[in-house]
């Protein structure tokens, strides 16, 4: 079953639309009752981490291990899409719930904030 936290893979499209890549996602939100996601892109680059915007994920976290990520990471979270429920396949993890709320917040406040 399908829930917000979740950590799975799935094509994530490049911005320019050239192409996708095999990736792992966090599934934010259902982004519509036809079974759509809200979906931010995992990477293994730390360096690629918009300070006081993305969200790095550590072995020291406490939520790491049931992350299922095998490596550090950033949860990029200017790097939306919103997919097709069906194309989130293969579980690899879950973040822990407050994580997750605290994702929501600093999204909710970026999308409010128009500087």
Not at 48 to 75: M, N, Y
Not at 87 to 110: H, P, T
Request: aromatic letters at 6%.
């Amino acid at each position: 079953m399908k829930q917000a936290g979740q950590i799975v893979l799935t094509p994530f499209p490049h911005t320019n639309l050239s192409g996708a890549k095999l990736r792992p996602v966090l599934m934010l939100r259902p982004a519509s009752r036809y079974g759509d996601w809200l979906v931010c892109m995992v990477s293994s680059r730390l360096e690629q981490a918009e300070a006081d915007f993305d969200e790095v994920l550590t072995p020291a976290d406490a939520d790491f291990a049931a992350s299922g990520l095998k490596a550090p990471s950033v949860l990029r979270l200017a790097r939306l899409a919103v997919l097709d429920g069906t194309l989130l396949a293969g579980s690899i993890g879950i973040i822990g719930d407050e994580r997750l709320a605290q994702i929501r917040r600093r999204l909710a406040e970026w999308i409010a904030n128009d500087a």
